[in-house]
Structure formats: structure tokens, C-alpha cells
């Protein structure tokens, strides 16, 4: 039961939770319930971190992503947690514009290993479960105790366990 709000964000202004400060590749939007993220570099991949330090070990983030209609071909979003603080590993699901998504892990902060699909095609994974470009999905993760279960717009897709990461950041 993940019935306990933590942090809940509703992005209708800015706060101290995130670090919104826009530089030559980023520039942030906070409006009316939205974070807009314009990449200016889009090819140099970025991961947009809460400055709230996760201490759980059981807890669910659930969060409704979009991607930008004019983006590119390559682009991708999702969520990224249990962020070491010294930057050697985190977990990542993210989706992209062909209805795949993946499930990756940040191993020793240099290389990612691929937890769905196959390395063949990075990870990625067909699904039905994610709406057509454009739109949001919902992506819900379940941590507990370095067991996660991943969920697309209501829909389980997959369960990894991760033991060597117990709490990190978002």
C-alpha cells in the first residue's frame, strides 16, 4: 500500500524541489500543472533530478509524461530513480515515438544494462499499452526493497529485482 505522500508534485510553480535553472541546453517551463523541458542539445541525453533526498525503500512514483511533437525521431522520456548520490547507478524506464519502452539500470555510473527486451535492440520493447504519439502516458513504478514492479497507463509490463540499490534519488 503506497497510500503515504512523500513528495507529490503538481508543477503549477516553481519550488525547491527541482532545480529549474535554464542554461544552454535546457530551458525550463512550469505552467498550469506542466513542466515543459526544451532540450536545446537534444543529442547529449539529460536527466532533470529532484533535490528531495529519497531515504525510502519502499515507494511508488507515478507520473504522466509527454513527449514534445517536434522533437525528433530519437527522442525519449520516462522517470529516473534510485539515484546513488555518489552518481555510480540509478534505474530508468522510459518510452519513445514507436510505442516501445525500456528498462535500464546506470551500472558503476559508466554503462547501462539493459533489464527489458534484448541488446540487440537496446532494451526496447514493443507495447499496445502506450497511446499514440503526442499523448500522455502514465508510467507507475513500485519499489520495495529493491523490488520493482513497472507499470504503463494502468498496465503491468514487467518486475526486476535490483538489489544492490535499496533508496536513492529522483
Known amino acids: 500500500s503506497y497510500d503515504k505522500p512523500m513528495l507529490k508534485e503538481d508543477f503549477n510553480e516553481e519550488n525547491k524541489n527541482w532545480n529549474y535553472q ?4 535546457n530551458f525550463f517551463v512550469v505552467d498550469k500543472g506542466d513542466l515543459f523541458l526544451n532540450r536545446i542539445n537534444p543529442t547529449n541525453p539529460y536527466a532533470f533530478l529532484s533535490n528531495w533526498e529519497n531515504p525510502l525503500t519502499t515507494f511508488q512514483i507515478r507520473s504522466a509524461l509527454k513527449l514534445s511533437p517536434d522533437q525528433g525521431k530519437d527522442q525519449t522520456i520516462g522517470l529516473i530513480f534510485l539515484v546513488q548520490k555518489d552518481g555510480s547507478g540509478a534505474v530508468v524506464m522510459e518510452f519513445n515515438r514507436n510505442k516501445e519502452y525500456r528498462i535500464k539500470q546506470l551500472i558503476n555510473g559508466k554503462f547501462y544494462k539493459y533489464l527489458s527486451g ?27 526493497e529493491g523490488q520493482m514492479d513497472f507499470y504503463i497507463n494502468k498496465k503491468f509490463v514487467n ?3 535490483v538489489e544492490s540499490f535499496k533508496s536513492g534519488g529522483l
Open 118 to 144: 534484448e541488446k540487440e535492440s537496446q532494451g526496447w520493447v514493443k507495447s499496445g499499452f502506450l497511446t499514440s504519439k503526442d499523448e500522455y502516458n502514465e508510467l507507475d513504478v513500485q519499489v520495495n
Open 22 to 25: 535554464t542554461t544552454y541546453e
Open 159 to 161: 518486475s526486476f529485482n
